[in-house]
Structures are given as structure tokens and as C-alpha cells.
């Protein structure tokens, strides 16, 4: 049985978190005398003087309602990066606690548990970049308190099964964080609307990708309202400021625009992933739910230096598990879509 009691650690539920200014006082006033703010302003046309809300309740509404989740079952993190290392920070004991990741996945699960001292024990994901539940049930240890899953993956860009991320959930005692950076990309259904039948699962999404927002820096958390408690009790007090919360705001109107952005990024990834299956180089393109193409070439390190001589930069991910020789390419404008294939096309020719 899951009960975050015994997950969070003892240091944390009983930590007395800092109060704010802005934390103690929320009636209304004509003067601010309490924060040692600057009351004759800033030296911009609009003024960012006062301390931002820490709470980010307007920014939170916005969300409740393009995702249908109630505000206190979101957190607000400086990118998904801040959610990541909280989850640490509330929940993995240092020198004590082990998380599970399944790689080839994102990087930043295993460096924040080694900022954390928290010990990362890899499951590779198999050759078509699922599971591999029968390992993962080997490596499950008391200890055990947080198992990373990114749906879809990255670098490899598909979803991972939903049939077997609730398996992990219904079996699982710590927490189960399903990471959907790139959800708005897939077909997949999000997590996010069975939050209230898994009291152990996080799900992380962020601004950054489909919201095209990834200079502004802001991640969200999903959970239940006591997770959500304890990544607010740690969370330093003032983590969102005030120009991103405004901007926030002003994007958050906008969901036509942003699912125009992601319908067209969509069909031009499954443009570019035909057109690469044609050149004599691609060895394979895999399947993606995601805003990037995982493409094997006949030579990657070569590929990815003759891209670079044309200007263009990709991520080489040669040296990562299950993904000899490829590369990972994220989909751009269609001006840049046709400058990429035709250069990986000019390699071909410059080789014959
Ligand atoms: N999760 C995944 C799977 C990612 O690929 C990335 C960024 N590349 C992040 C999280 C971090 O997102 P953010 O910009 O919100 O910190």
C-alpha cells in the first residue's frame, strides 16, 4: 500500500517552511511597508518592484483550466528541471534512497540524483524502447522511492505503454513520476486525468516544447495535493517571477495558436521521417510521438560533422544505449526541414 508518509522524508514533513511577506499578509492595503521592497519603483517603464506571488494562483487558474486539474493539484517549478530536483529533495533520503530510470532517457533524472546523492539504478528500456517490467520487478527495493518514466521518451521519441505504466503504478509503493514534456505531440492520452485513481503518481509537463516558451522557463508538476504540498513547503519562496507569470498568463489564451503549432509540427515530422527513409545514409527512422526524429545513419559522428559544416546542429546520441549511430533531430520551420534533407542529401552525393 502507497503511503506518502513513509515516502517523504522526516527532515522534510516536519521542516517549518519559510514565511514571505507575501505569505503572511493577504488582505488588502494601500501600503507595502512589510517586504523591504523598493517603493520608488524600478528603473523600467513597468515597474517589477514588488516580490511576485509565490503561490502563482492567477497562472495556476489559467492551467486548471486548459487541463481540467485542480490548482492545488499543480506545481509550478523554473522549468520541469526545478520539479525534478525537488522530488529529490522532498522524498530520497541522501546516501540512502535509490530511484529507478530506464535508459536511453532523459539526463537530468540521474544528474539531479547525483547532485542529491541519491543512487540511480538503470533499467535498459528493450530494443523497441519499452519496458522491461520483468527487470524492473528484480530491481524494486525497499529503498526504492521514485521510478522515472518519460512518455514520450527522449531521445528516443516514442510513448511508452499505458498498460504497463499502470501496472507499475498499481504495484509500485513510491512514486511513479511520468514525465510528458513532449505529451502534445502524441496521440497518447495524458495522465494527467487519472491523477485521482494513482495517489503515487507525478506527472511533469512544462511550457517549454509545445507551448514554444522554453526561454520563459516554466515546468509544471501534477500530483496529489499533498505531493504537491511538500514541492511547495521545499521550493524556494519566490521561484516564479513576475515577468514570466505575466507572460504566462498572456500565452496560456492561447491554445488555438499553440495546437496549429503542434498539428503542423506533427505532419512535418512524418514529412521529414518519409523523406529521410528514402536517402541511402538513413538507416532507420523510429517511430515518434514526440517533436524530434530518433534517425539511425550509416555513420553518425560523420553525418552529424558534414550537418555541422552546413550550419546545422543536431544531437548526436551515438554514444548513448540502444542508439548506435544515431542522431536525434528536433522538426523545424519548413525552410529548415528542406535545408536539413537537402544536406544530408549533399553527403550522399559529395560520397559518390
Ligand atoms: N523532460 C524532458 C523529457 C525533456 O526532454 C526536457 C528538456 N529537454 C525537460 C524535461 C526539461 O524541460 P524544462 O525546459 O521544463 O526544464
Known sequence: MFDLNTIVRRNIRDLKPYSSARDEFKGEANIFLDANENSLGSPLVKWYNRYPDPLQLKVKEKISFVKQVPTDHIFLGNGSDEAIDLLYRCFCEPGIDEVIVFPPTYGMYEVSANINNIKTVKISLTKDFQLDLPSLEEAIKPSTKIIWICSPNNPSGNAIEREDIEMILNNFDGLVVVDEAYVNFSKHQSFINVLNEYPNLVVLQTLS?????????????????????????????????EPVQELALTALDEVGQVNDMIRELVSSRELVKTELLLLSEVL??????????????????????????????????????????????????????AVLLDSIKSYSINLK
Request: hydrophobic share 45%; net charge neutral; charged share 25%.
Open 209 to 241: 516544447k509545445a507551448w514554444g516558451l522554453a526561454g520563459l522557463r516554466l515546468g509544471m508538476a501534477f500530483a496529489s495535493t499533498e505531493i504537491i504540498g511538500y514541492l511547495n513547503k521545499v521550493k524556494p519562496p519566490y521561484n516564479i517571477s
Open 284 to 337: 532507420e527512422v523510429y517511430p515518434s510521438d514526440a517533436n524530434f526524429l530518433l534517425v539511425k545513419f550509416k555513420d553518425a559522428k560523420a553525418m552529424y560533422e558534414h550537418l555541422i559544416m552546413n550550419g546545422i546542429v543536431v544531437r548526436d546520441r551515438s554514444n548513448v544505449i540502444l542508439c548506435d549511430e544515431c542522431l536525434r533531430i528536433t522538426i523545424g520551420t519548413e525552410q529548415e526541414n
